[in-house]
């Protein structure tokens, strides 16, 4: 979180990140040019180059795909999270040079342009077998070169969140091409078993995150809030949430994040202004709501971060009946200050 | 506010899901064998 825009905002986590991120792909690159010259003595040092990148970035893709839902699935997967948007900068950037090299080797020795050499000398789109391939590669490539050049917070801001996020939803369409891309380029002039099972196991790995991710959230939008009293829902009894974290509820399309802390109970928006985070997932760090995803925070009883920060999320007002948590389906707008329940109050008028 | 976000992306996972294992079965039935029709003859080792 910073005030400014800077290149890259570093702090500790972000340079084991992307140190990892660094050694485990110079080391995949080292380990499969060894094997590579070992198995294959005679192939040449282009061809493992092109084969090295073009299976690095697959693989790097496939680990970005998996982070999203597995992190939705089980809350130990979300340091993964925190630095996801490096691990796709670099997974563009291995990818591109496995594009450079491949059109370099393959289409820029003839007297025609590289570049139109790549879509013009293959042209049997009807034939599976010998489909041109690469456009199918060259597309992708675009996707991912937009989702890079975006990936910065100022495109995030200026955007808007949903507006950048149905942006970087193209990575599912650069995934289809890339798969077809592998599918019928190198599966087909290699017969090689492990590749395709590979690749197989990969396409059933990562769409079943997806999908057992999707329904889980669809469970939890579908979960109605409790019965309604003097226009105020029941969400639940303050004993169920626990200290200085949430309860997330539904209401019709929106959820909120209904959050206990010191004796108090305050009801906000369960969307991160950032990036969408769920705030009800995250808890109170300094008096704060933090978002568990990048640390975004919000105050629980005005839904502003604190200076000098200036984002704001919608607030909504809550009631202690007995020992139920009641809250106003209707939103206040972004920052607005309301007044917490409190917890000690109700106990203690019960107890008279 | 990003409810319509998630059932779209529930809805692309439902279309990935169905159309890439068409893809990819289709894709290995029609694989070629690419053995040159010699096997002793291999342009590597003709360079």
Known sequence: MSVQYQAVGWNRQKRIYDSVLAGGILTYLAIFAGLGAVLYPSATAETLLIRGFGTLALVLLHIILCIGPLCRLNRRFLPLLYNRRHLGVAMFLVALVHGVVSIIQFHALGDVSPLISLFVSNTRYESLAQFPFEALGFAALLVLFVMAATSHDFWLHNL?????????????????????????????ADRNVALAVLLGVGIVLVSSLHLLAGAKERRMDREIAGAERDGFVEVCAVDNIPEKRAKVVSLGSERVAVFRYDGKVSAISNVCRHQNGPLGEGRIIDGCVTCPWHGYQYSPDSGASPPPFTDKVPTYQTKLIGDQVLIHPCAHPPGTRLKPSLIEHVIAGQTK | MIQPLRRSHLWIWIAIAALLPVLFTAGVIVRRDTTPTNPDVHWEKLK
């Open chain 1, 160 to 188: 808007s969140a949903p507006a950048w996020k149905r942006i970087h939803m193209l990575v599912y369409l650069a995934y289809a091409m890339l798969v077809a891309h592998v599918m019928l380029g190198a599966l087909q």
